[in-house]
């Protein structure tokens, strides 16, 4: 029998470390937390100085955590000694300090340690064990201060907003923060005024080829502004504002001699970039992979844990992914340089190795995210890892060895040209040394100018040289506002403000994402009507607590607390004392907005009544002032933005004419179409999908049109030739959320919605449905049994008619990959037959994929 007991929170991670620590020692896994705050009640006591109560976390379906608490209490009680081995971190500590209180027994007094390493190898495993520690009680403090403060704001404020706006919503310490970032950037989307800007190029040759483009840099001695339009023109500068001004300088130019009047080349350096902290990596993830921040964080847990590399077992490819240090070990250091120098050269190796500098208040206790052998290349072990596995320690390896290498040099020429009183100016830029960049470029979330530098050519001139002017253009331009954010750009944003820690960022965008504050659209994301609602309310009850220069001090009161600088109850003291008051006020506020009504000039087209302005779930909205007699909304008109305004006068960007165009054709949708169900007009309303047409008459009538982000109005239902067998009405064609469906004509007195069938019979044994097409609540075609709720087989991919060869089930499941093309395979569990849909020469697989629940046995 093991003499110590070890305690990891994953199994994946005790695997890996088992195999490091001999017969004397049983790993076991915890699943991550074993105690937290009651999952019902507020579970904290503000009046005697924020004492949190804990509670062993209740078994769910996909987890039986009292099982695991009682595993762990009876190994426990059976060992000589425990070390507790979660990650190197608040949460971890926590967890450590949670299992100490709950599994070690109390008689006989048993030793307790505390073991951290920075990366699962076999070194850092068995050093760790040479020099156990205990737990830090001040990061557990931290932890503990984090959670109660995120406690307090969620549980004293979440009810507020369910009780102003309606349904299930939440609001919370950092995410409510990120969400007001958000609608801040869309309001300066929609608020923004653009700016009419001109520039002029000349096309040029020399006496040596390529000819190349030079831009006017000056008229006289004034700077033409190209850039920095939210600042005054100084008296050094010109604007060249309009079409006019651009042709007149076009026709003087076209006339005037063009020479060289200066050549300049110097050379430049651009140095490698640090190895990966946690935000760094989840920024260049989404930059270059198109990884979710959640998905870069799973891969990279899974990458630290430990991965089976053949013969040599379970093993740790990269150190601890949630770092905030640009730190490498020397031991590292040594490794790296040893395989630059072999590798690529001296020309590759700096003198000494490279020292990166890590941000204020980092944690250098631990390291920078990188591989933990560097002799394991990618392609070494590319055959063990899946492609989003490989891609991201691709990444992480590549950033870490460039790390480590020479600068790359560039020779930068600038040449200046006079034509009269103007001058033009070239620059472009040409490789000498790679340097790092032979491993590794970073990626960027917009062009740059030495992007631009590097793709221009330019031929050699010299002083004096005369130039033959081949064309010269005017080019308008407009400025931009600033950009939606992107995942990448979110993190950025955070982390530069100081909001949150890394480790929550993928909690953050995925609460706000499934909240439906946010949503995404090509990658950047926009505010929901939901979301704007929601972050107006707690702005204005809550201004000085979801902002960021607050949220960010929280974050420095936290270290301090891990540093063992501040008592976490004086710093909740410091808290709870504002937010209280905020509290109290903000029921006020938030009771007044929702029952406050803004008189209007609308009349009701019901009942005649006056129509006013009420506040709700999706924003501000008309109702009428009958109510509850008259049940009548509509959409609140949109007054023209300064952006939509600028259409007129030809200042608009494309994407501000499609949006005047929505609000103009929803409105004439609004007074020209007539409901087809009863004859009454169709209204401009908004819900939790966006604007929608719907039927005055409701609720007596409750037919509504879809309305696309185009502002294209989904078609009137179509008549179909067949009947519906509920009620015998005619069957319509309709388009929904999820595309086009066939319903009864008589909805809603009839609900009847005609199913997509596959015409396989559902296997499982007594029940008489089959297996149709459905959509998931994101529009994933899924196939579940038509008996659903009472029968829940389900099939992510298509069941098609086809015996299984090898096991005789009556049908088999459709897949097409990128990597395999299109292939059958058997859903029992078991069989693996497996055959390409061209070919009938089976596979033969272990298993069906587990995510399929099959009623085939």
Request: one cysteine or more; glycine letters at 6%; proline letters at 5%.
């Amino acid at each position: 029998m093991a003499k110590n007991l070890v305690i990891v929170e994953s199994p994946a991670k005790a695997k890996t470390i088992n195999k490091y620590l001999g017969s004397d020692y049983r790993v076991m896994a915890s699943i991550g937390h074993i105690k937290d705050l009651p999952s019902k009640g507020l579970g904290v006591d503000v009046e005697h100085d924020f004492e949190p109560t804990y509670e062993v976390i209740p078994d769910t379906k996909k987890r039986n955590n009292r099982k695991i608490v009682s595993d762990l209490k009876k190994a426990a009680k059976e060992a000589e000694s425990i070390f507790l081995a979660a990650d190197p971190d608040r949460e971890g500590e926590a967890i450590c300090q949670h299992l100490a209180e709950e599994i070690v027994p109390k008689r006989p007094k048993k030793p307790v340690f505390r073991v951290m390493f920075n990366e699962i190898t076999k070194r850092a495993v068995q050093d760790a064990f040479k020099e156990p520690k205990q737990v830090d009680a001040n990061l557990v403090d931290a932890q503990q201060a984090r959670r109660v403060l995120d406690r307090l704001v969620g549980y004293k404020v979440s009810p507020l907003l369910c009780r102003t706006v309606g349904g299930r919503l939440s609001a919370g310490r950092v995410q409510s923060v990120a969400l007001r970032m958000v609608v801040e950037r869309e309001r300066e989307i929609e608020n923004f005024l653009k700016t009419e800007y001109w520039t002029v190029t000349a096309n040029l040759a020399a006496k040596l080829p390529p000819a190349f483009d030079a831009r006017l840099w000056k008229i006289g001695e004034q700077t033409v502004k190209t850039s920095g339009f939210d600042q005054d023109i100084k008296k050094n500068e010109i604007l060249i504002a309009n079409e006019a001004q651009a042709t007149e300088i076009v026709s003087e130019a076209r006339e005037q001699a063009y020479v060289v009047s200066e050549v300049t080349t110097k050379e430049r350096k651009r140095n490698p970039v640090p190895p990966f902290i946690t935000s760094k990596l989840q920024q260049e993830a989404s930059r270059k992979l198109g990884f979710a921040v959640k998905k870069t964080m799973m891969l990279a847990q899974k990458l630290y844990e430990g991965v089976e590399l053949g013969a040599e077992g379970a093993v740790g490819l990269i150190t601890y992914m949630r770092t905030d240090s640009t730190r490498t070990s020397d031991t590292a250091l040594n490794e790296v340089r040893d395989f630059i120098n072999g590798q690529y050269g001296e020309n590759y190796l700096p003198e000494k190795a490279v020292q990166y500098r890590s941000k204020k208040g980092a944690q250098d206790a631990h390291e920078a995210i990188r591989p933990t052998d560097v002799a394991r290349t990618p392609d070494a072990v590319a055959r063990f890892l899946n492609k989003e596995e490989l891609k991201l320690y691709r990444l992480i390896w590549q950033r870490f060895v460039a790390s480590q290498m020479m600068p790359a040099i560039f020779d930068q020429t600038t040449i200046d040209i006079t034509a009269g009183r103007y001058t033009f100016r070239a620059t472009g830029s040409v490789q000498k040394f790679d340097g790092f960049l032979k491993v590794y470029q970073e990626g960027r979330d917009e062009k740059t100018e030495e992007d631009e530098e590097a793709e221009r050519k330019l031929p050699l001139v010299s002083k004096g040289e005369q130039l033959d002017l081949k064309t010269i253009t005017p080019e308008q331009h407009f400025t931009e506002p600033p950009p939606r954010y992107t995942e990448a750009t979110l993190v950025k944003a955070l982390e530069e403000k100081g909001i949150g820690r890394p480790s929550t960022y993928a909690a953050i965008m995925t609460t706000i994402l499934d909240r439906e504050y946010v949503e995404k659209h090509e990658a950047r994301f926009h505010p929901t009507a939901l979301g704007t609602t929601v972050n107006d309310l707690l702005v204005a009850s809550f201004d000085d607590l979801f902002n960021e220069t607050y949220t960010a001090r929280m974050e420095e009161a936290l270290d301090e607390i891990e540093e063992g600088k501040l008592k976490w109850t004086t710093a909740l003291h410091e808290f709870y004392g504002k937010f209280a008051k905020d509290l109290k006020n903000a029921e006020t506020q938030m009771r007044a907005a929702k029952q406050q009504a803004i008189p209007t000039d609308e009349i009701c087209e019901n009942c005649g009544a006056p129509m006013v302005i009420k506040f709700g779930r999706f924003g501000q909205f008309l109702a009428c002032s009958n109510y509850p007699d008259c049940r009548t909304t509509r959409e609140v008109a949109k007054p023209a933005s300064a952006s939509a305004e600028g259409v007129e006068a030809g200042t608009a960007s494309a994407s501000s004419t499609n949006e005047a165009g929505v609000a103009a054709g929803a409105s004439d949708a609004e007074e020209a179409e007539e409901c087809e169900l009863c004859g009454k007009p169709m209204a401009l309303k908004r819900g939790r999908f966006g604007q929608f047409l719907g039927c005055t008459g409701y609720p007596e009538c409750r037919n509504i049109r879809k309305i696309a982000r185009s502002g294209a109005v989904a078609p009137a239902p179509v008549p179909l030739d067949e009947k519906c067998p509920v009620d015998g009405a005619q069957l319509v064609l309709r388009h929904g959320r999820f595309g086009e469906f066939v319903s009864c004509s008589n909805y809603p007195k009839c609900s009847y919605i005609k199913r997509e069938t596959t015409g396989v019979a559902c296997s499982r044994a007594g029940c008489k449905g089959e297996i149709v097409v459905k959509k998931s609540k994101r529009g994933k075609a899924f196939y579940g049994c038509s008996e659903y709720p009472k029968c829940d087989v389900v099939f992510w991919d298509k069941p098609v008619i086809e015996p299984c060869p090898q096991c005789a089930a009556p049908f088999l499941l459709e897949k097409t990959t990128k990597k395999d093309g299109t292939f059958r395979y058997c859903a029992k569990e078991g069989c693996g037959y497996r055959s390409n849909q061209e070919s009938t020469t089976p596979v033969v697989k272990p298993a069906a994929p587990r995510d399929q629940r099959s009623a085939i046995s």
